[in-house]
């Protein structure tokens, strides 16, 4: 038992660094500093705590090392610029507004989807409202039938944003409340409907194909629509965050990524493996519990962000 | 669940086990694999690289390199080590009490949660947003209730809009639909009319949980469950109104609820809520997801606080107590046969499965109970997850499409066939196997493929049944993953059984020797 005992007391003093060391940037660490071994380790190190990967945080350490073996770059200062600059470069300048409606071909329809617990309904109020700040006419369609008390949830945002609800039976089928909510969206002749949908594990291939039904239904009554399928992920998200990407993706051809919850200690790297992995751009980052605390993805400020304490 | 990790650990792992010699190099090279396996598993960086430092100073010692089956040893210490990482050394120690530490699932379940007497025993939920803190609730409710205790739901969360009437929800559906002895029930307390946007209600929620107490001990509530509502660690405001409830109510148990899916965040998030309220406990919620689920450990570490339940899916009774060996062998692949056992036993009460046994002795199995016995397969879970279970099952079954709708149809045929019919599969002539098929609406080839499984699963049947418990166990390891991933697939797909009714005919024969031996 000698053994045990002197391994776990390593364990936990290896911990206190961790409790104690989390908070500290790598900026201070690296700064003013000449590179070395040490320094690239604790670079990659930071992107892997930031939830970037371990291949992506391997591969851009390795062209730091590159640069600096080429002389390029010789301070711990130039490697951070070099590693924004490369992280940036996963997205390029491109076109992050919402995909709106041809003009007179009705309303533009906005799929929202995400695990459960991702923030979808707190998004659409921000989305919302911040559509309505800019003068559209929004109608929201309740299609989470299954949660308890998620239509309630949404007609409270939408009490308080001055928008209407379309909703259906608790347990109803959600393709049903979609395809009135539509309906009601070409009638009304709303700028925009937006529809949540129920949390769902990714890995659960019936509720996966449900959201699919959605489309297909939103889809026969408006032939470009949905417009935009966005996907919520949690900036909290670990790797898994791939794979949410890529069933959604699969069933629901998603066109951008909401990041929620970008204000708290989270550094929402998971965005850039799935960058790379699946190509999908990220439109809006969620940065607090109010309408108002929503901002469009700035890739420039997010990865600088990613390194700050 | 955590198949993936399983995974990556088997293939850091395989090439040190088949070797008959490690060298110091051997075990670096897989600690560096194990490492890169952890880290994507969203183990947190500096948890991963103190396990491996630790699990390659045991294994580089003599004990390991002069082991007479070195790649069984360094097994051996990832998994102690894997256990005591989840579980802290009671669990390690339960587990090698109880055998020789690796064999999955022998370890004693984690301990529940503390109970006062008098009640009401108080439990606080507190988490982020969003990771799943009224549902889990709800599902601890229904698990006490089962248990015989009066619970008392209080909605504490007055900032996200309608949380209260989700939980309200939540409460009278468990108390309805759950079973549990005389005097058991959950109850609901809310002050809905306390709800304000966000960030006006801060604090109100201390005297709302102050009012459920009152209201818990005049109402004789055994546990009274608090439900918070979702916060980030680095609200000081918000983080200060838990401190106040916690002042204000001194809850028996203040629980984490923590997303399995988290990133390298769960270190901060965790560590700031054990340090500004001292929980006792952690659940998991979403752990049905294909996570590779190493928050768990990063959790367990950095609060060293013990992981209480897991939350497996949407449903109310989705919950289990954690079991740290168990999860652990399920890391390493080794599957977790006593999760499945129970699983199976919730559904199967002794009679049932006594009469059952009873039967299958004698051939006599009909197609009715096949069905039925396919029916609370499906209720144990999706065919995957209970496979996944399965000692050595899990990388084999990987690239196999089981499909849920298979089971859709063989249910379909056997519910095609008449009572006559269902009870002496013997009669299904080709007219009556043409009929059925056009019933359930598939090809008579479907139909032919069915009974041909249905009659090899008799036969296994009257095989097995000599057997004790322990024997059939073993007979089920004996087989190959191989054979285990073609049954599997079988039951899932009839046609694709490899026993033809020849050779089930003689298995019979095989079989009649044997008893005749016996006797």
Redesign the interface.
Known sequence: MGLFRSTVGKLVSGLRKTREGTGVAITTILSGKPLSKQLLRDLEKAMIQADIGIKTAIELRKDIEAGWERGEIDNGDQALEMLKEQLAAYFPAEDRSLRMAEPGSGPTVILVCGINGAGKTTSIAKICKSLRDEGKSVLLGACDTFRAAAVEQLEVWSGRLGVEVVKGQQGGDPAAVAFDATQAAIARKVDILILDTAGRLHTQSHLMDQLAKIRRVVQKQLPDAPHEVLLVIDATTGQNGVNQAREFAQSTDVTGIFLSKLDGSARGGIVIAIRELLNLPVKFIGVGETPDDVEPFEPGRFVEAMFEA | MLGNLSEKFENALRHLSGKSEISENNVREAMDDVR?AL????V????A???C??VL??ATGEKVLKAVEPGQQMIKIVNDELI?LLGG?EALAAANEQGDGYVPGQASAGSELLFVSPGPTVIMMCG?????KT?TCGKLAGHFKKRGKKVMLCAADL?????V??L???AD?VDREVEGPAGAGVSFYGEPEKCA???KAVGVAVEVCKNALKQAKQDGVDVLILDTAGR???NDDLMGELRRVNAALSPHNILLVI?A?????????A?AFNDQLELDGVVLT?F?????G??ALTVR??TGKPIKYIGTG?HMDAIEPFHPARIAGRILGMGDIVSLVEKAQEQVSEEEAAALQEKMAQGKMTMDDFLSQLKKLRKMGSMKSILGMMPGIGKALKDLPIE?KQIDQTEAIIQSMTRAERNDVDLLDNSRRRRIAKGAGQDAKAVSQLVKGFEMVSVMGQQMSGMGMLGRMKSMAGMGSAEMAAMAQGAAQPGRLKGSSKQSQKNKRKFKQRRGKRR
């Open positions: 890169t880290l994507e598993a969203d947190h960086y500096e948890v690289d103190s396990f430092e630790q100073e045991q005591r050394d982020l947003q969003g990771s799943g549902t900032q996200r809009p309608a949380a009437t989700q309200q929800v939540l559906q946007e966000y960030g980030l660690h680095i997303d899916m988290t990133g390298q965040d769960a270190v901060n998030s560590k979403k049905d997801s294909d996570t590779r190493g928050a570490q950095v949407e849920e």
